[in-house]
């Protein structure tokens, strides 16, 4: 909730946006795909990215991405360099499989909280130095290139949704840029809905911004949101009939985008609704990596 205030306050025109998704979710949808087609989008393209912040995420991201591969989906990797270097023979050989690997910063910001019995979350980039932030950066991409044999040209900043600020964005993709990145996914559905599913930001990097529920297209759809979160409000029921509302919507209407959706291997390893979701959408999207979009967009 806090998050939301202060994404608010930072993007005044977020209230707006809300309000004609109530009124008018459809037309919302229209600006959406005409902003996609003036970026060279003139399909609808699916990204599944995996964020692995944990042992247990290392654990069974193998068999999620085998899973997700029969599903024809080779999914994207967003892994800490602390989480690459420990399970280092296990993301080779995804990459060998064939999936594109981000940089996610180094440090692992996720553990296990022993006295509340629960996952907490840490290192969060809005709490950082920017020489703290830049020095992440840094240290992940020499881990993946390290790790996985060749430099990243993504990330996806870990804690995302609350480094959001126009300045905190701009740092961001200043430090991208000194390392020679071609672009981040690192923005809330907010930027997608009103810039479009590819953006270029000042400096030249592309954005893919991550997609969002459809009854509350401002609010990403997440895994941990719907399957693990404490005392959460949403199930693994409500993934799958978010989800299928988006197909629904995309495909009735003939719209071009990209659903930009990431989840937590661990999260959904053996959760039957989740892989349901992949399925739905491949029924009436082009499965892709980044790579293969920055091909697509014309920016």
Known sequence: MLNRIKNILTHPGMSAVNLYARADRAGLYRHYARRCRAAGIDRLYLVVSLDCDLTRDTDCAAAVCERLRGLGVTPVMAVTGELLEQGAAVYRAIHAAGSEFMNHGHRMHTYWDEPSGAYRSCFFYDAL????????????????????????????????GTFQTRAQLRALHRILKELDYAYSSSTMPYFGLTKGAAF????????FPVSGMWSRPLSVLDTWSCFEAPGRALESADYLREGRAVARHFAEAGLPGILNYYADPSHIADREEFFETIAEWTRVAEPADYARLLEVVTL
């Open 129 to 160: 130095t920017p020489e703290q932030v830049r020095e992440d950066i840094r240290r992940g991409h020499e881990t993946v290139r390290a790790v996985i044999g060749q430099p990243p040209c993504g990330f996806r900043a870990p804690h995302f």
């Open 200 to 207: 270029r930001a000042p400096g030249g990097l592309i954005e």
